[in-house]
């Protein structure tokens, strides 16, 4: 055994593992000690590996330096800084075959922090942005350079995903090949995938970067790879697509959504990657989110812009939402006259402030959005915002829904039922397919739930009183309808008629019922369950007569078993015949404390199944055994006499024993208490006595001539 002074105490992690504490023998060789280390991991290769201190400046042990290893250090298990120099090597050597391999390797390494570390400080990561420049005069020639070039910008993307140096660093000529893969009509798939992952990053990582990409890829060309049927292509191309819509100056995100639109993008998504015959998968999902909630957020420039009264051409716009649904009406010569009747219609529009209706849009949100929605609704869908302002003008005074009013809120509403102006979350991939099926898909979502709104409205009987009780219950109704993601927007349409003012309240009352039931039951489901355990333990205390059973599978005689009334003894005996009646406990000589008790065993666990082999085939035996196990190594052996004497026995045991009642009985037991219990507590009780017993039978009636004289 080594002194105590060679003997050093430490933990050595290894990342996606528990740690190893291990002693450390100063005078073994440092080699033979990763070797043990990493044998503890089931890991292969250990001339890969070296140790290395996980704290402070985190220097590599050596045989020189491992006598500064103190009791109490951590150390790390990580890639030796051998390997990334041989592999370095290996990949600039002149050897195709020798590069392939080293290529290869490198590409499962740089996923390890401390491996990516040495490699790029060995300048790396500059050999690997050289290939890639060089690539061009070589792809000609040189056999496997497309595998070579996959390998290569793999290890590149996870070097630089460690953050160890700056995008900003990656050189012009770098950025313009990885663009040329990305820009030609045929590569290969394993390079272009890279090539679009790298694109994003550079993106998302450097502003200069972005304006590089963006000047080196067209849209034109990023358009065509969504339309490809892998689906891995598919999703690097749109999240390309949404990390320079993301950096895009505010001012130009306009024009770029004009020019995907140009180049039929929704088309393309809605075609090729939403109406395909396969699943769409989670990172597709969230690129299609993120791409979503970018569409959306061009929305949130006129949502915070507020109405200016003053301006002449903002107030023609409303004069427009006036003269299309009072068309017919012929406008009065006298001005007095003519301002008194467009006060009139403006409060039948349903504005706030019917002298100034420009004063309601000067709330943000909603601002002019909600003045683009209506004019929307006004001319494409002229018919029903005709119908919706005509329709309430009619209605009684205190029934009629204020259109205008409505609208500003349905648009604030909308905006925050689909987050209008936030970012993207990381991991959501709550995308609406219905989205991508029209090109003002907005407006039309706007269309649909105003309609709804006026329905509900009408279906509540709602007077101006209970106008923020029916957008509740709008709110309620779209949030429901969106959970079932319909495909399109005539879906939406179905799933909101289906979802009326009365089938709201009707899930409400299930649902409330549900949650109450659940609380209930958690409530009183220990008491039942005391319940039931009592129960058991009073008929062990009745006791039950068992038969015995020889090696020929007949009747022998009798035995008794019972548990004593304070429960700490089970008492049990032989008997010649079945009794009649309750057993007392002097014929019961035999007894077993039940703080000897260990275990209860059934089926064919139980010591006699294994001893008797017809007994194991016989199913019915095999149903109705159980065994008590007690100290010092005996057992008690039960065959029970049907499936409820079965059931009442090994649940008592497992009472006296503290566990868990597991039988069918209990569990049959406790959905009819359960059930009993609740509709009790849900009866309208209040001031009623609940007898504790049953109420007596009636005596016999003195004569059974039940009959009415009808004459």
Not at 16 to 25: P, R, S, T, W
Not at 231 to 238: G, L, R
Request: with cysteine; proline share 5%; glycine share 4%.
């Amino acid at each position: 055994m080594p002194p105590a002074s060679d003997i050093v105490k430490v933990a050595i992690e290894w990342p996606g593992a528990n740690a190893q504490l291990i002693e450390i023998d100063q005078k073994k060789p440092l080699a033979s000690i990763v070797r043990e280390v990493c044998d503890g991991w089931s890991l292969s290769g250990s001339e890969q590996f070296a140790l290395r201190y996980a704290e402070g400046p985190q220097l590599y042990i050596t045989e020189q330096n491992r006598g500064d290893i103190k009791n109490g250090s951590i150390l790390r298990l990580a890639i030796s800084p051998v390997t990334a120099r041989q592999l370095l090597e290996r990949i600039q050597s002149h050897g195709i075959d020798a590069r392939l391999e080293a290529l290869k390797e490198l590409a499962k390494l740089s996923a390890d922090p401390s491996f990516a570390t040495e490699f790029i400080n060995m300048e790396g990561l500059a050999t690997l942005a050289r290939l890639v420049e060089s690539g061009t005069q070589y792809e000609s020639y040189i056999p496997l350079f497309g595998e070579m070039l996959a390998f290569t910008l793999t290890a590149f993307l996870e070097l630089m995903d460690h953050g160890i140096i700056s995008w900003d660093l990656i050189s012009v000529s770098f950025i313009k090949q990885i663009a040329a893969y990305v820009n030609q009509p045929m590569v290969d798939v394993s390079i272009l995938q890279r090539s679009l992952a790298i694109l994003e990053s550079m993106v998302l990582n450097s502003h200069s970067l972005y304006q590089r990409v963006a000047q080196e890829t067209t849209v034109t060309q990023l358009i065509t790879h969504p339309q490809v049927s892998n689906q891995e292509i598919q999703t690097y191309a749109i999240a390309l697509i949404n990390a320079l819509f993301l950096k895009t100056p505010e001012d130009r995100r306009h024009e770029m959504a004009s020019t995907l639109a140009q180049k039929h993008l929704r088309g393309i998504i809605l075609n090729h990657i939403i109406r395909v015959n396969r699943p769409v998968k989670a990172e597709m999902a969230h690129q299609l989110y993120v791409l979503q909630v970018l569409t959306f957020n061009l929305l949130e420039e006129r949502m915070m812009t507020k109405m200016d009264p003053n301006d002449q051409t903002q107030r023609d716009i409303i004069f427009e939402l006036r003269r299309i649904a009072f068309d017919g009406d012929s406008d009065p010569s006298g001005t007095e006259k003519r301002k008194a009747i467009y006060i009139k219609d403006y409060k039948m529009l349903g504005f706030t402030n019917p002298v100034n209706p420009a004063i309601d849009f000067t709330q943000t949100p909603p601002g002019m959005l909600a003045l683009d929605n209506m004019l929307y609704l006004a001319k494409v869908h002229q018919d029903t915002y005709i119908r919706i302002v005509l329709e309430n003008c009619s209605r009684e005074d205190k029934h009629e829904c204020p259109f205008g009013r409505s609208a500003i809120e349905l648009t604030r509403m909308l905006c925050d039922i689909l987050q209008v102006g936030e970012l993207p979350n990381e991991g959501c991939n709550d995308f609406h397919p219905m989205f991508f099926t029209h090109e003002r898909a907005w407006e039309e979502f706007f269309c649909v739930c105003i309609q709804l709104l006026n329905k509900t409205w009408k279906e509540m009987r709602a007077t101006a009183e209970d106008f923020n009780k029916v957008m509740t219950v709008v709110r309620e109704q779209i949030t429901r309808a969106l959970a079932m993601k319909p495909p399109s927007l005539e879906q939406l349409r179905v799933k909101l008629r289906s979802l009326s003012y009365s089938e709201v309240l009707r899930l409400r009352q299930s649902e409330r019922m549900s949650q109450d039931d659940f609380h209930w039951s958690q409530r009183i489901q220990p008491e039942i369950l005391e319940l039931i355990k009592q129960q058991r333990l009073s008929r062990l205390c009745e006791g039950s007569c068992f038969r015995k059973l020889g090696n020929r599978r007949r009747q022998e005689k009798f035995w008794f078993c019972r548990l004593s009334l304070n429960h700490k003894v089970l008492h049990y005996g032989d008997l010649d015949e079945s009794p009649q009646g309750e057993v007392p406990f002097e014929l019961l000589t035999d007894t077993i404390p039940v703080s000897d008790i260990k275990a209860v065993l059934t089926g064919k666990d139980c010591p006699h199944m294994k001893e008797k082999s017809a007994l194991k085939q016989n199913k019915e035996v095999l149903e109705l055994a159980f065994s008590i196990l007690y100290d010092p190594d005996e057992a008690l052996n039960f065959v029970a006499t049907n499936k409820y004497e079965y059931c009442i026995w090994t649940d008592g045991v497992s009472a006296l024993l503290g566990k868990e009642l597991g039988s069918d009985l209990t569990r049959s037991d406790l959905d009819t208490l359960m059930s009993m219990e609740m509709k009790l507590r849900l009866l309208d009780l209040e001031n009623i006595a609940i007898p504790e017993a049953p109420p007596p039978v009636p005596k016999e009636p003195s004569t059974y001539n039940f009959t009415y004289n009808y004459g």
